[in-house]
């Protein structure tokens, strides 16, 4: 059974928002309506998007950490919001594992919004139903595109590849590797939703550098002075010697 | 949560329908064994049609919590997970034998289909009757149940919550009966006095016990699993909107503590202590007026004491 979902390395990301705005374009854009804005250019703007970027900081000053976390529908494999929809409007598909609303089914009860954890649906104020991201299902199957860009419209934007798609029932896919090699780890384990989404969480980069690579050990002058000049044919210990 | 008034009017208004309508048929059942004077028929039907005022008016509020309410029908779709969708059912089903029963009632068509051992005479109405008796618990359950069965709404994810509404629905619905009995039914009224006291008095034991629960409840989830960071210092800095979204309407309250815990002693006052000294001063309908007007802020209070996990991910804006 094929499930897909995004993976988010937390590691990568850097808050530049570029998925939330590719995500509003492709999905605004679509076949079914516009995730409606009110009042976009007015003190207080809001409207319906699938993804928010959302800012934590983590520590205490002056040891803080910048944490960018990237928040969607995680297409639970045990979704809350589907069981309760009155109308069947919700439903999570077999083949693929994706979480998807019926706008012409949705009756705006609102019901789903209050059964998921995460806050992940959001009402179309204008349209009147329950919105969320669809993994750009209008998108991924397409194949009048090319190959690779049947990809979420969030992951084509990332600058810093920080989103992976993928089937994460399939363990040599990229995303269950990236799980298992990563840490990937869910949101709220503890209300058993088992989020397909999978977030990598941050890592320590650390360089070790050794006191005889500061100091040039293998300098034979032992004095700052022109260095022998190497022939062209020789190769380069490093740039500075180099032609 | 955010408190609609949709569903503040839908959940008081059916209740009171149903208790009324429980309390109609309590008396026909004692009065059917001999221990009740029998009443008029015209105090049921009377009764009966208020309580279908109820449920009419209740389901005309529940159409304003919807983005779409032509589309209302669909809702029948999925009684088999969802408890929202068996409410939709029940509750026209519930109104149509309250209506049945009443029509009967007023009509004075009412034949004797079997006589039990005891000799106690079994009609039309006594089968309506039984029939909506089971409807209106079922929907007090299904009501209940939408708020109780979401697992991580802690407040709301307890048997006392559907527990209370059957007592806080029970309680509002004996004393409006004991008001109606008060110009239909004078001989009846004593006793529906002592049971809307009797509701009352065990709603408020109810109500309390989920306010003590729900004060020593430690939340489930916090930061660190919202977003898997484990470290005892995470604030958040910026939610991805400046001007508000969806989710910062609909599962905050937008009030002080201050002013929820005022609501509080306002409900527990007006839905508990004052009809309670009313009804034993006689003061039917003052008692079921200030009653109801309560359980407008305790369901108000019902919903705004929710703390929906999802407010994890809003509590900066930038
Ligand atoms: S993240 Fe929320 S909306 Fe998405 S599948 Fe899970 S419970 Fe449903
Ligand atoms: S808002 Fe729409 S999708 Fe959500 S529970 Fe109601 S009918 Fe179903």
Known sequence: ?243 | MHPAFSVIFLTTLIGVGQGLFLALFTVESYSAFGLLPPQPSRFYALGSAVALGFLVAGLVASFFHLGHPERAWRSAAKWRTSWLSREVIVLPAFMGTVCLYGAAHFSGFNPVLATLPSGAPVNVTAMLGVAGTVLAFALFVCTGMIYACLRFLQEWHTPLTVINYILLGGASGFVLACALAAVAAQEVSGFLGVWAMILTALAFIGRVASLLRNARLRPKSGLRTAIGIKHPHIAQKAQGAMGGSFNTREFFHGRSAAFLKRVKWVFLLLVFALPLGLLAGGFASAAFFIQYLGLIAERWFFFAQANHPQNLYYQAVS
């Open chain 1, 1 to 243: 059974m094929t499930q897909l979902a995004l993976v988010i390395d937390l590691n990568v990301c850097v808050g530049c928002h570029a998925c939330v705005t590719s995500c509003k374009e492709w999905n605004t854009s679509g076949q079914a309506g516009p995730l409606s804005d009110f009042n976009p250019y007015g003190a207080n703007p809001t409207g319906t998007f699938f993804n928010r970027v959302q800012t934590f900081e983590v520590g205490e000053f002056p040891n803080t950490e910048t944490v960018h976390f990237p928040k969607s529908c995680l297409h639970c494999e045990e979704p809350p919001c589907v069981p309760v929809c009155p109308t069947g409007a919700s439903y999570k598909r077999a083949e693929d594992g994706i979480v998807l609303v019926d706008y012409d089914k949705c009756i705006g009860c609102k019901y789903c919004s209050w059964a998921c954890p995460y806050g992940a649906r959001e009402i179309d104020e204008q349209q009147k139903v329950m919105k969320k991201c669809t993994l750009c299902v209008d998108r991924i199957y397409d194949a009048s595109l090319p190959e690779i860009d049947r990809k979420p419209a969030c992951v084509k934007a990332c600058p810093t590849s920080a989103r992976l798609f993928g089937d994460v029932h399939d363990p040599e896919s990229e995303v269950s590797k990236a799980i298992r090699e990563s840490g990937g780890y869910q949101l709220m384990p503890e209300w058993g939703t088992q989020p397909a989404n999978h977030y990598l969480p941050r890592r320590k980069t650390q360089l070790r550098i050794h006191e005889d690579e500061l100091v040039r050990a293998d300098n034979p002058l032992k004095v700052d002075g022109k260095l022998p000049k190497p022939a062209k044919a020789e190769p380069s210990l490093d740039d500075v010697t180099s032609w």
